[in-house]
């Protein structure tokens, strides 16, 4: 959870110092890390079709370049593609007429404006979201219109002042207008621009009649982005959020793993006991391969961190993966001091940027097909570093 993010549900649980190296088992050889076994498994750039020709190390732009503009805003999604970002994240959450917007969570307190709107001050209300409770404005009590006289703004402005420099220059975008902005893009630019999208909270939303894969799936056959080849993955932490948008599109699907000990909020309500140290065995991917062509972990399950929050020893989970044909993107890499493990931070200052590229380069080591980064030039050096490593 980034400072000044509000609580989000149980997956949230903090994993413990060596919850993931118990959970995985510790891994002491690296082969999927090599070039050698990317050539085997067929990805990497220009190797494959769809996703299997993205270049591998991919870097996902996570919420944008989140790093440098306030989140999930036109500017933010437009700075990761300036910076030459592979793939734009989106996360998705409906209005209360219908419509799919871009913001991390339903709650736009910290991310928007609305506190200062006097003619929303009612609006404000408490409410349970996947089983903790939140007091905020939410976006599925607002029409989409009355949403647009929102503002985005910065959401940790602690961590990065000179993000507020962009306070207010954006509205919270709809997925339809990224879904044109990123066809333009595509044109002007003369390539596939790539997206990442993400169902947020959809047993909620489904309880209260805003299902979200449906509105979802008619958007990408709208737009030609529900083929197999097409240039886009959908992602969620609830894995029966993919199991639902694979029988509607063949886009790819990607199943979130959250902490080891966490469990997924669709499993909580359906009864179902697994949890995510159950998905991440070979039996759980093996499932999970069944409708899905990938899996994005937390970071801490691909290297747990020991007790003073060190890199330890990676697990088996890229090995595991890979062994069930599944590209594996971890979520997420941030520059800042306080978003570092331990022994790649510099200095005191939590806000100050670390040692980026040491850490960057133990997890690119492990044979990640991907990473989620706040800050996507930093990453895609990283890759280049590591793809010239590799190639020797
Ligand atoms: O979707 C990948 C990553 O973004 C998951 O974490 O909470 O930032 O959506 P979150
Ligand atoms: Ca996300």
């Avoid at 909580?268 to 991917?285: F, K, S, Y």
Wanted: hydrophobic share 35%; glycine share 10%.
């Amino acid at each position: 959870m980034t400072q000044g993010e509000r609580r989000t549900p149980a997956r949230r649980t903090v994993l413990g110092a060596a919850g993931a190296a118990a959970v995985l088992g510790a891994s002491t050889a690296l082969p999927t890390g090599t070039a050698q076994a990317a050539e085997a498994r067929g990805d990497g750039h220009g190797r494959g079709h769809g996703y299997r020709s993205l270049p591998v190390p991919t870097v996902i732009a996570h919420r944008g370049a989140s790093g440098y503009r306030p989140e999930h805003t036109l500017g933010s999604y437009r700075h990761a593609l300036d910076l030459g970002a592979h793939v734009i994240e989106q996360d998705l959450v409906p209005t209360r007429d219908g419509h799919l917007v871009c913001r991390h969570e339903n709650d736009i307190t910290g991310t928007t404006d609305v506190a200062d709107h006097p003619e929303f001050a009612s609006r404000k209300t408490t409410k349970s979201v996947d089983g903790t409770t939140l007091t905020g404005w939410f976006t599925e009590d607002f029409t989409l219109a009355e949403l647009k006289t929102l503002r985005a703004k910065e959401r940790i402005p602690g961590t990065r002042q000179e993000n507020t420099l962009y306070d207010g220059r954006w509205t919270i975008p709809t997925f339809e207008e990224v879904l044109r902005w990123a066809e333009e893009e595509g044109r002007r630019r003369g390539r596939d621009v790539w997206l990442h999208v993400e169902t947020k909270h959809p047993t909620y939303f489904r309880s209260l009649g805003l299902g979200l894969e449906e509105r979802l799936a008619k958007l990408l056959r709208r737009y030609g982005r529900h083929r197999a080849n097409s240039p886009v993955f959908l992602q969620s932490f609830e894995p029966s959020s993919i199991q639902r948008l694979a029988k509607l599109v063949d886009s790819p699907g990607v199943v979130l793993l959250s902490a080891a000990s966490s469990r997924p909020w669709d499993f909580v309500q359906a009864g179902d006991p697994r949890t995510v140290a159950d998905l991440v065995t070979p039996a759980g991917l093996s499932w999970i391969a069944s409708y899905a062509q990938g899996i994005g972990p937390t970071l801490d399950l691909v290297i747990p961190k020991d007790a003073t929050g060190r890199l330890g020893t990676p697990t088996t989970l890229v090995r595991d993966a890979h062994a069930e044909g599944l590209v594996l993107h971890p979520y997420t890499h941030r520059n800042e001091n306080s978003f570092l493990p331990a022994d790649f931070r510099r200095g005191t200052d939590p806000t100050a940027y670390g040692d980026s590229f040491g850490a960057l380069k133990r997890y690119l080591e492990t044979g990640i097909d991907g990473i989620f980064s706040d800050n996507p030039d930093t990453a895609l050096l990283a890759a280049a570093d590591f793809t010239a490593a590799t190639r020797g």
